[in-house]
């Protein structure tokens, strides 16, 4: 329990508190030593003082030491430490030749409890170098775009200006830009911008100016012709420390003036709190933070259109290191176990390590550091100290403290004493011991501890047994190596010391491997056979004899050869040329032979290749279990050419991958995706035009990618959140995460990569990286690829990633189309169509159609008009009379605009023009001029209007025929009704006959309904006179000129309360002479005394019973195209009593289109008016109707 705080001590508490609660945390008591100001960075000028400040905390006395760059720092004169603790330099000295004061500073307190060491601080002198770059002299177009770029190296980053004819240029008109970078751009020239320029370099201390350059300027032409834009200037990949400014550069120039604009591959918003525009399109980030990081894209857009190029650059933001996990201080028992664990992170990775007392602390028996972690084990007093861990990079250091208490407990047993070891076999130790003399009846287990002797850092095992027993046999060792071992006593109060250390030696064995072989030929007779040693861990002894085995492939005879252990090459001679030798070899100890290599193969040269390439020198090496690195030299004294390099690799047993070609300048090659343990077979050799040269083979094995000793270490979690993007139409933007495990080493990745559906291994592409994101080039366009990644840190890999498939943009178009046609179709209307670009993996997602009259096209004014990738056509409207008109075609993508076609011309003559020159001109590509200078279009052909046309004209008769069906059943079953006639007409009265006429009637008119039907009367035309005078059995119809009244202009209620009581009777009309009587049998009942009018008898009736049953439908939709030019001047028959209420029909009944009277298409037809009653009137004919639905 910690004590009671006295009163007067709770300000003072306070006081100490506050500084600490920015670094690490711990155990925080007064007696625990901080410091409350460490050491900072700094720059100074020559013969200038310094301070470097130090402040520790903690329970004095505190004594206060300063090293420079690990060592100790002696006082003098001019170096003095101050009271409380900060180095002053009075005098900073620098000079070439001599001692100088840079170099990295740190401060060590020492107080009674421990000490701790500082950060380091970095004191570095102003300099300045020479210009390493300086601005060229340039000639430019007037209204054109110049830049200069000057490049100069100073501590502290100098500040650079320009002059212009040696006086300073001032930048604060818009068309000019001076970049922090050294860069000056200037847009729009003049002739006032020629002259002479020069960059001024300065810094606190110093002052430089490049050598000038002139600017000239050069008259610019009267006319500018369009022409896509280009980035002169692209930005550069940028790797900058926290807090910095960064400059990305993007110049571009076209006509008309491309647009510039940013934006982030990963599709992330730019931080516009600190980034802005500078100038014409540079990007300015500010204070650079992490999340800034990233792969920058400069757009240059033509305005208006889709013309646009693009360049990028990676942006890498440095950080220096940061903990994320601290160590906690620990209070441990004598004997016990201790582990801190210190996590921190950075970019670059941290590098971690840890200190004790200040001092670096390296690996032992007791106290081992995996990856971030501290551990010490049989803890001792002298372990009581405070520990430091240690994280830096190139950005910075920081260190965290935590302190260990060992503390002390009595009674604890001896330790185990007369511990002696006997070698068993080359892999088993016998141990023994004797029990401790002091409390061994206390003892309840024993531990048994051994590790390797030879070698840092090795690691330490521990075996626990009983109390009944002193002796133990380990049999896990490794053969030909010396262990040391100790033993300790357990009781439950605590463990013993460690008794005192034993080393022994295990034998020797035979080697576990053979040796790697290399094959090469320096003549057609020949093979040098060379091989590396064996490792030590697969060796197991010492080597003392070779045994080289070689035959012809063909034969079985084997010819063996032995060597001395200490040689690593042999000449095999007297060889067949052009032919395949098998060779292996075994190695030996003084145990005996181990095992062989397998047949490794290598064919001699051809006795006639005198000029081939001799074999280069090859170099095999595993980067890790799954690649290895493939180097090669060539002979420089070979005469041979060289055109280049052929690769095979295969695994042993397995087929052979490959040729592999690479370019002569290549001397590196990495082979990936290998499966770990395996042995690898690979041979290269020189070609040229003439033939393949000598080649050489070598055989290497991958590592196990498990950790020494085979311990089931599981693998690390792959790599997730795959992510690919297009870049371009050969390239691929991957990006992916770090898993969240525990590490701070370098991890490195493999990316694969192949085309989906991919049959042959052998094209799988394997690329290595330590970032998690890479940008794969050389792919094909348009082409679906699929990637995974999996990581490798020490000796383990993981995993692959789940698979991400991704497709690549398609090439933009490389001609331009095909078959432009354009046609004039109307006074001012022509009719432009092409065909798509000439090959299959063309894809097109818009055409841009440029077109103008000769005039405009030569004031660069042309008319823009965009269609989609799947139309290959185009109408050019309000065209010009009497102008000749200039028109080509482009396709573009989502990557960019193909070239422009060949202009085509079309002449649009005057109207006034003889009829023969009125006619369509069409105009093609191949009778098109060519006008240097332009990009060019496509077009199609008509046969999409033809088509078009035709599918439509289907589709309205195929409706009109629909129409008429259902017309017509619907008229069949509808009954007629009569309308009364004009006054110029003697009306026709009607009676209500009698029961017995009306009945024998109506069967008369029955039986003879076929024979009556087709002596109906007719109407006839006057088509004589040429008037349209038409006249029916009754004589000629008199016209109306009233206004028509349409039935979509009258009462819909009035209209809706008409078609709920309509009756559908079927009715058999019938002629007689005598008094004109019109009856009508209904099979429903209708009210007494209900009138109706009945449009016109016979004729009229029957020749238009489709209509009338939909004229009312034809006035809505306009569609029926005809109508009546009749009125109530017309021949009717009065109406009589009826038992068939007024239906819609006989309301818009009275047409007389079926009258053989031509109609102009598109008229509607028009409703005659309705009487409702009318007085019957003698007359000398009577129509009688059944209830068939036909006159008679």
Same mark, same amino acid.
């Given at each position: 329990?910690?004590?009671?705080?006295?009163?007067?001590?709770?300000?003072?508490?306070?006081?100490?508190?506050?500084?600490?609660?920015?670094?690490?945390?711990?155990?925080?008591?007064?007696?625990?030593?901080?410091?409350?100001?460490?050491?900072?960075?700094?720059?100074?000028?020559?013969?200038?003082?310094?301070?470097?400040?130090?402040?520790?905390?903690?329970?004095?006395?505190?004594?206060?030491?300063?090293?420079?760059?690990?060592?100790?720092?002696?006082?003098?004169?001019?170096?003095?430490?101050?009271?409380?603790?900060?180095?002053?330099?009075?005098?900073?000295?620098?000079?070439?030749?001599?001692?100088? &004061?840079? +170099?990295? %500073?740190? =401060?060590? #307190?020492?107080?009674?409890?421990?000490?701790?060491? @500082?950060?380091? !601080?970095? $004191? /570095?002198?102003?300099?300045?170098?020479?210009?390493?770059?300086?601005?060229?002299?340039?000639?430019?177009?007037?209204?054109?775009?110049?830049?200069?770029?000057?490049?100069?190296?100073?501590?502290?980053?100098?500040?650079?200006?320009?002059?212009?004819?040696?006086?300073?240029?001032?930048?604060?008109?818009?068309?000019?830009?001076?970049?922090?970078?050294?860069?000056?751009?200037?847009?729009?020239?003049?002739?006032? &911008?020629? +002259?002479? %320029?020069? =960059?001024? #370099?300065?810094?606190?201390?110093?002052?430089?100016? @490049?050598?000038? !350059?002139? $600017? /000239?300027?050069?008259?610019?032409?009267?006319?500018?012709?369009?022409?896509?834009?280009?980035?002169?200037?692209?930005?550069?990949?940028?790797?900058?420390?926290?807090?910095?400014?960064?400059?990305?550069?993007?110049?571009?120039?076209?006509?008309?003036?491309?647009?510039?604009?940013?934006?982030?591959?990963?599709?992330?918003?730019?931080?516009?709190?600190?980034?802005?525009?500078?100038?014409?399109?540079?990007?300015?980030?500010?204070?650079?933070?992490?999340?800034? #990081?990233?792969?920058?894209?400069?757009?240059?857009?033509?305005?208006?259109?889709?013309?646009?190029?693009?360049?990028?650059?990676?942006?890498?933001?440095?950080?220096?290191?940061?903990?994320?996990?601290?160590?906690?201080?620990?209070?441990?028992?004598?004997?016990?176990?201790?582990?801190?664990?210190?996590?921190?992170?950075?970019?670059?990775?941290?590098?971690?390590?840890?200190?004790?007392?200040?001092?670096?602390?390296?690996?032992?028996?007791?106290?081992?550091?995996?990856?971030?972690?501290?551990?010490?084990?049989?803890?001792?007093?002298?372990?009581? #100290?405070?520990?430091?861990?240690?994280?830096?990079?190139?950005?910075?250091?920081?260190?965290?403290?935590?302190?260990?208490?060992?503390?002390?407990?009595?009674?604890?047993?001896?330790?185990?004493?007369?511990?002696?070891?006997?070698?068993?076999?080359?892999?088993?130790?016998?141990?023994?011991?004797?029990?401790?003399?002091?409390?061994?009846?206390?003892?309840?287990?024993?531990?048994?501890?051994?590790?390797?002797?030879?070698?840092?850092?090795?690691?330490?095992?521990?075996?626990?047994?009983?109390?009944?027993?002193?002796?133990?046999?380990?049999?896990?060792?490794?053969?030909?190596?010396?262990?040391?071992?100790?033993?300790?006593?357990?009781?439950?109060?605590?463990?013993?010391?460690?008794?005192?250390?034993?080393?022994?030696?295990?034998?020797?064995?035979?080697?576990?491997?053979?040796?790697?072989?290399?094959?090469?030929?320096?003549?057609?007779?020949?093979?040098?056979?060379?091989?590396?040693?064996?490792?030590?861990?697969?060796?197991?002894?010492?080597?003392?004899?070779?045994?080289?085995?070689?035959?012809?492939?063909?034969?079985?005879?084997?010819?063996?050869?032995?060597?001395?252990?200490?040689?690593?090459?042999?000449?095999?001679?007297?060889?067949?040329?052009?032919?395949?030798?098998?060779?292996?070899?075994?190695?030996?100890?003084?145990?005996?032979?181990?095992?062989?290599?397998?047949?490794?193969?290598?064919?001699?040269?051809?006795?006639?290749?005198?000029?081939?390439?001799?074999?280069?020198?090859?170099?095999?090496?595993?980067?890790?279990?799954?690649?290895?690195?493939?180097?090669?030299?060539?002979?420089?004294?070979?005469?041979?050419?060289?055109?280049?390099?052929?690769?095979?690799?295969?695994?042993?047993?397995?087929?052979?991958?490959?040729?592999?070609?690479?370019?002569?300048?290549?001397?590196?090659?990495?082979?990936?995706?290998?499966?770990?343990?395996?042995?690898?077979?690979?041979?290269?050799?020189?070609?040229?035009?003439?033939?393949?040269?000598?080649?050489?083979?070598?055989?290497?094995?991958?590592?196990?990618?498990?950790?020494?000793?085979?311990?089931?270490?599981?693998?690390?979690?792959?790599?997730?959140?795959?992510?690919?993007?297009?870049?371009?139409?050969?390239?691929?933007?991957?990006?992916?995460?770090?898993?969240?495990?525990?590490?701070?080493?370098?991890?490195?990745?493999?990316?694969?990569?192949?085309?989906?559906?991919?049959?042959?291994?052998?094209?799988?592409?394997?690329?290595?990286?330590?970032?998690?994101?890479?940008?794969?080039?050389?792919?094909?366009?348009?082409?679906?690829?699929?990637?995974?990644?999996?990581?490798?840190?020490?000796?383990?890999?993981?995993?692959?990633?789940?698979?991400?498939?991704?497709?690549?943009?398609?090439?933009?178009?490389?001609?331009?189309?095909?078959?432009?046609?354009?046609?004039?179709?109307?006074?001012?209307?022509?009719?432009?169509?092409?065909?798509?670009?000439?090959?299959?993996?063309?894809?097109?997602?818009?055409?841009?159609?440029?077109?103008?009259?000769?005039?405009?096209?030569?004031?660069?004014?042309?008319?823009?008009?965009?269609?989609?990738?799947?139309?290959?056509?185009?109408?050019?409207?309000?065209?010009?009379?009497?102008?000749?008109?200039?028109?080509?075609?482009?396709?573009?993508?989502?990557?960019?605009?193909?070239?422009?076609?060949?202009?085509?011309?079309?002449?649009?003559?005057?109207?006034?023009?003889?009829?023969?020159?009125?006619?369509?001109?069409?105009?093609?590509?191949?009778?098109?001029?060519?006008?240097?200078?332009?990009?060019?279009?496509?077009?199609?052909?008509?046969?999409?209007?033809?088509?078009?046309?035709?599918?439509?004209?289907?589709?309205?008769?195929?409706?009109?025929?629909?129409?008429?069906?259902?017309?017509?059943?619907?008229?069949?079953?509808?009954?007629?009704?009569?309308?009364?006639?004009?006054?110029?007409?003697?009306?026709?009265?009607?009676?209500?006959?009698?029961?017995?006429?009306?009945?024998?009637?109506?069967?008369?008119?029955?039986?003879?309904?076929?024979?009556?039907?087709?002596?109906?009367?007719?109407?006839?035309?006057?088509?004589?006179?040429?008037?349209?005078?038409?006249?029916?059995?009754?004589?000629?119809?008199?016209?109306?000129?009233?206004?028509?009244?349409?039935?979509?202009?009258?009462?819909?209620?009035?209209?809706?309360?008409?078609?709920?009581?309509?009756?559908?009777?079927?009715?058999?009309?019938?002629?007689?002479?005598?008094?004109?009587?019109?009856?009508?049998?209904?099979?429903?009942?209708?009210?007494?005394?209900?009138?109706?009018?009945?449009?016109?008898?016979?004729?009229?009736?029957?020749?238009?019973?489709?209509?009338?049953?939909?004229?009312?439908?034809?006035?809505?939709?306009?569609?029926?195209?005809?109508?009546?030019?009749?009125?109530?001047?017309?021949?009717?028959?009065?109406?009589?009593?009826?038992?068939?209420?007024?239906?819609?029909?006989?309301?818009?009944?009275?047409?007389?289109?079926?009258?053989?009277?031509?109609?102009?298409?598109?008229?509607?037809?028009?409703?005659?008016?309705?009487?409702?009653?009318?007085?019957?009137?003698?007359?000398?004919?009577?129509?009688?109707?059944?209830?068939?639905?036909?006159?008679?």
């Amino acid at each position: 329990m910690a004590p009671p705080v006295r009163p007067g001590m709770l300000p003072l508490l306070l006081l100490l508190l506050l500084p600490p609660l920015g670094s690490v945390p711990g155990v925080w008591s007064f007696n625990e030593l901080f410091f409350m100001k460490e050491p900072q960075d700094t720059t100074v000028t020559r013969k200038d003082p310094v301070f470097l400040d130090c402040q520790a905390h903690g329970e004095g006395p505190i004594k206060v030491t300063w090293l420079k760059n690990g060592a100790k720092l002696s006082e003098n004169k001019r170096i003095q430490v101050l009271s409380n603790g900060s180095l002053y330099i009075s005098e900073v000295e620098g000079r070439r030749g001599e001692p100088t &004061d840079e +170099g990295f %500073y740190q =401060c060590l #307190a020492v107080n009674k409890y421990g000490a701790i060491l @500082s950060q380091k !601080a970095h $004191l /570095t002198l102003s300099t300045i170098s020479a210009f390493e770059v300086h601005p060229v002299s340039t000639e430019v177009h007037e209204g054109g775009v110049a830049r200069f770029s000057c490049k100069i190296s100073s501590t502290p980053p100098a500040v650079i200006t320009w002059e212009f004819n040696r006086t300073a240029l001032p930048i604060t008109m818009d068309r000019v830009t001076a970049l922090p970078s050294g860069v000056l751009q200037i847009y729009d020239a003049s002739p006032e &911008d020629a +002259g002479n %320029y020069r =960059c001024v #370099a300065a810094t606190v201390a110093h002052k430089r100016k @490049s050598m000038e !350059a002139s $600017l /000239t300027i050069v008259p610019a032409n009267e006319t500018r012709s369009f022409y896509m834009p280009t980035i002169i200037a692209s930005p550069q990949n940028v790797t900058a420390s926290l807090h910095q400014t960064v400059v990305l550069e993007c110049m571009a120039t076209g006509y008309p003036k491309p647009i510039i604009s940013w934006s982030r591959l990963d599709h992330k918003s730019i931080d516009v709190f600190n980034t802005r525009v500078l100038g014409n399109g540079n990007l300015i980030i500010s204070d650079v933070k992490l999340q800034h #990081a990233g792969v920058y894209v400069c757009r240059a857009t033509t305005p208006g259109t889709r013309n646009f190029t693009v360049a990028m650059a990676t942006l890498t933001v440095l950080a220096p290191p940061s903990f994320v996990e601290w160590p906690e201080s620990l209070t441990r028992p004598r004997a016990g176990t201790a582990r801190f664990v210190c996590q921190a992170e950075g970019i670059p990775s941290p590098k971690m390590s840890w200190l004790k007392n200040g001092r670096r602390i390296h690996s032992n028996g007791r106290i081992k550091m995996y990856n971030s972690k501290l551990v010490i084990n049989q803890i001792i007093p002298e372990d009581d #100290a405070i520990y430091q861990c240690m994280a830096e990079n190139s950005q910075g250091s920081v260190l965290s403290r935590a302190r260990l208490t060992v503390v002390m407990s009595e009674d604890r047993p001896s330790a185990p004493y007369n511990v002696h070891a006997e070698t068993m076999s080359s892999s088993a130790i016998l141990l023994a011991w004797e029990r401790p003399l002091y409390n061994s009846d206390k003892v309840i287990a024993y531990s048994v501890h051994y590790m390797k002797a030879e070698g840092l850092n090795n690691e330490e095992y521990q075996v626990v047994l009983g109390n009944d027993t002193t002796h133990y046999i380990i049999d896990d060792l490794e053969p030909d190596s010396n262990y040391t071992f100790y033993i300790v006593a357990y009781m439950p109060m605590g463990a013993s010391q460690m008794s005192d250390h034993v080393t022994q030696n295990t034998l020797e064995d035979v080697p576990l491997r053979p040796p790697e072989i290399s094959l090469t030929s320096r003549s057609p007779t020949d093979i040098l056979v060379s091989w590396l040693p064996i490792p030590a861990k697969y060796r197991r002894g010492q080597v003392v004899l070779y045994r080289l085995s070689f035959r012809l492939s063909a034969e079985n005879s084997i010819q063996v050869v032995e060597l001395p252990g200490t040689v690593y090459e042999y000449l095999l001679e007297g060889l067949k040329p052009d032919s395949v030798y098998l060779v292996r070899i075994t190695a030996a100890t003084r145990v005996g032979l181990g095992e062989s290599s397998v047949w490794t193969s290598h064919r001699t040269p051809k006795a006639t290749s005198v000029k081939a390439p001799k074999s280069p020198e090859l170099h095999l090496e595993p980067l890790n279990c799954t690649t290895i690195s493939v180097r090669w030299l060539q002979d420089t004294e070979d005469p041979a050419t060289i055109r280049g390099y052929k690769l095979f690799y295969k695994e042993e047993g397995q087929q052979e991958h490959g040729p592999i070609f690479l370019d002569t300048g290549d001397l590196l090659y990495t082979l990936s995706g290998l499966d770990p343990r395996r042995k690898y077979h690979v041979r290269l050799l020189a070609y040229n035009d003439m033939e393949d040269g000598y080649q050489a083979d070598q055989t290497v094995s991958t590592p196990g990618c498990v950790s020494v000793r085979d311990r089931m270490v599981p693998p690390p979690p792959p790599p997730h959140h795959l992510y690919a993007k297009a870049n371009t139409s050969s390239s691929i933007f991957l990006h992916w995460r770090r898993p969240a495990f525990t590490t701070a080493q370098v991890i490195n990745y493999t990316i694969r990569c192949n085309p989906v559906g991919l049959q042959n291994a052998s094209l799988v592409l394997y690329l290595q990286t330590s970032e998690t994101h890479m940008l794969v080039q050389g792919l094909e366009p348009n082409t679906k690829y699929e990637f995974a990644v999996r990581l490798h840190v020490d000796q383990l890999s993981s995993p692959w990633s789940p698979v991400v498939y991704h497709s690549t943009l398609p090439e933009a178009p490389t001609g331009p189309p095909v078959g432009v046609k354009v046609t004039l179709i109307e006074d001012d209307t022509a009719l432009v169509s092409w065909k798509p670009p000439d090959g299959p993996e063309t894809v097109v997602t818009r055409y841009t159609i440029l077109y103008a009259s000769r005039k405009a096209w030569i004031a660069g004014e042309w008319q823009v008009l965009h269609r989609e990738g799947a139309i290959t056509m185009a109408l050019l409207e309000n065209l010009v009379a009497g102008n000749v008109y200039i028109v080509k075609i482009s396709a573009s993508n989502e990557v960019g605009e193909g070239p422009f076609s060949n202009s085509v011309e079309l002449a649009v003559l005057p109207k006034d023009a003889s009829e023969s020159n009125q006619r369509p001109k069409r105009l093609d590509s191949s009778d098109a001029k060519v006008y240097s200078g332009y990009y060019h279009l496509d077009q199609k052909s008509m046969t999409g209007i033809a088509v078009g046309v035709g599918i439509a004209l289907t589709c309205i008769l195929i409706c009109v025929l629909i129409l008429i069906y259902r017309s017509k059943a619907r008229k069949s079953s509808a009954s007629k009704t009569a309308q009364s006639g004009t006054q110029s007409l003697s009306r026709a009265s009607a009676s209500v006959a009698v029961g017995s006429d009306m009945g024998k009637n109506l069967e008369r008119a029955t039986e003879n309904e076929e024979s009556l039907v087709p002596m109906m009367p007719r109407s006839f035309i006057d088509a004589k006179g040429g008037t349209d005078l038409i006249i029916n059995s009754y004589g000629p119809i008199i016209k109306n000129n009233t206004k028509k009244k349409w039935l979509f202009f009258q009462d819909t209620k009035k209209i809706k309360v008409e078609q709920t009581q309509r009756r559908f009777t079927q009715a058999v009309c019938f002629y007689q002479p005598g008094p004109t009587v019109l009856s009508s049998n209904a099979d429903s009942p209708g009210s007494p005394g209900q009138t109706t009018s009945f449009p016109r008898p016979f004729g009229a009736t029957m020749l238009d019973t489709e209509h009338s049953a939909n004229s009312e439908s034809s006035h809505e939709t306009g569609d029926s195209g005809r109508f009546s030019h009749e009125s109530n001047d017309e021949i009717h028959l009065s109406s009589v009593v009826s038992s068939t209420p007024p239906t819609s029909n006989s309301l818009a009944g009275g047409d007389s289109d079926g009258d053989a009277a031509p109609k102009k298409h598109g008229d509607s037809a028009q409703p005659l008016p309705v009487e409702q009653t009318s007085a019957p009137q003698p007359t000398s004919a009577v129509l009688r109707c059944a209830a068939e639905g036909f006159p008679v």
